[in-house]
């Protein structure tokens, strides 16, 4: 957008700001390494741009996600480093509300991909919970990696799950299309569920989920 606009990304923050926008998301960190990052995603914002850019969203207002992307090529050291550019961004913003593990889903078959296994995906999103401290959620993807391994990410880390997909036309999902199915989902889990806004206000939906299901 400063490319196109000729304007600074705090400038262009504010105009968006006064058009109505109060959050950003958390897309597009993947691996906040630059050699993953020249393999993965060569044509986005370097691991240093990502980092400025996020942290003038929240100087400017704009709390959000973040998330990291991993089942491709990265070490083990490179998914720590990754943590770690997170968190210490959090330690001087505050501005991330949440945080979401991904599995590598690329569109086309050029990229190498390593199946990620459900064992595999708890520890990282274990590790997630642990390390992030500074950060107060930590949400699961039932859109993309199913029901079953959504209900044990509810008892290895997470606290929150992907949001009811009507339409999705990224990735293909396996999420929960209805209210009536999320709150089925999580009382079967043995969850009670709980209606949120993007700041994790529960108490402006009163009981109205008691009554859904």
């Not at 949440?98 to 520890?123: D, N």
Request: hydrophobic share 40%.
């Amino acid at each position: 957008m400063e490319k196109i606009t000729g304007l600074t990304l705090k400038e262009v923050l504010r105009i968006l700001k006064q058009a109505g926008l109060d959050s950003v998301p958390g897309a597009g960190a993947e691996i906040l390494t630059d050699r993953m990052r020249n393999i993965i995603s060569p044509k986005k914002a370097t691991t240093e741009e990502w980092v400025r850019a996020m942290e003038t969203c929240h100087e400017a207002g704009l709390p959000g996600s973040a998330n990291i992307v991993f089942g491709s090529e990265e070490t083990q050291e490179e998914v720590i480093e990754h943590l770690s550019v997170v968190r210490n961004l959090q330690d001087r913003t505050g501005g991330f509300l949440s945080f979401i593990p991904w599995t590598f889903q690329p569109q086309t078959k050029r990229f190498k991909v390593r199946a990620v296994a459900t064992q595999e995906y708890l520890k990282v999103l274990g590790i997630c919970r642990i390390f992030l401290d500074n950060i107060s959620h930590i949400e699961t993807s039932v859109m993309v990696l199913g029901k079953g391994v959504g209900q044990l990410a509810l008892t290895s880390g997470a606290d929150d799950i992907s949001s009811v997909v009507i339409e999705e036309n990224v990735l293909r999902s396996y999420g929960l299309k209805t209210e009536k199915e999320a709150v089925k989902f999580l009382k079967e889990g043995g969850f009670t569920p709980k209606r949120r806004d993007l700041f994790y206000n529960y108490d402006r939906y009163g009981n109205e989920l008691a009554q859904v299901f």
